[in-house]
């Protein structure tokens, strides 16, 4: 009579349940690994959903709005900054700014601020998809994700002096 280590026949059943258990960490983990806030999220809104599949929607820009720069000149690229195609040029006075935009088209978000005699230009980059949240919600349902650009100033910690 053998005794069987770990509950495993051969030792193959704890080499099974460790790749089991790393790849669910793996894909867990790549729901948190996202680079927008929204793509965290599991739940879903409903309340969000269209009935047809629209073609625009708004982009949403969020900018720093303070006694140096009262307007932010804000321009918009199709794709890639470095591609350079322009597709609408603005200046904002509020620290959120909303573009109405075709859905599926990648944009990045250039904004120009001052800080005494020195300019400084703060990028973002995204797309808006639209998601098919029918399974959640009931059919049909779809529900615009992305479009949201974050190019406000970082905060600089007081010198103290």
Not at 9 to 27: K, P, S
Not at 51 to 62: C, E, F, G, N, V
Not at 144 to 158: A, H, M, N, T
Request: with cysteine; proline share 3%.
């Amino acid at each position: 009579m053998s005794i069987r280590k770990y509950g495993t026949i051969n030792g193959r059943g704890r080499g099974l349940t460790h790749f089991v258990i790393a790849l669910l960490l793996l894909l867990m983990a790549g729901r948190f690994l996202a680079c927008e806030p929204e793509d965290w999220m599991v739940e879903v809104n409903c309340s969000d959903c269209y009935s047809y599949k629209p073609d625009s929607a708004s982009l949403i820009i969020y900018l720093t709005i303070n006694s140096e720069n009262d307007s932010v000149p804000l321009t918009f690229f199709r794709g890639d900054f470095e591609q350079g195609e322009i597709d609408w040029m603005d200046t904002a006075t509020t620290e959120e700014f909303y573009l109405y935009s075709g859905i599926g088209r990648s944009y990045t978000v250039q904004a120009t601020y001052r800080s005494g005699t020195q300019t400084i230009v703060a990028f973002d980059e995204d797309k808006m998809y639209l998601y098919d949240a029918g399974n959640e919600c009931g059919s049909p349902c779809n529900i615009v994700k992305g479009g949201i650009f974050d190019v406000r100033l970082l905060e600089q910690p007081s010198s103290g002096r």
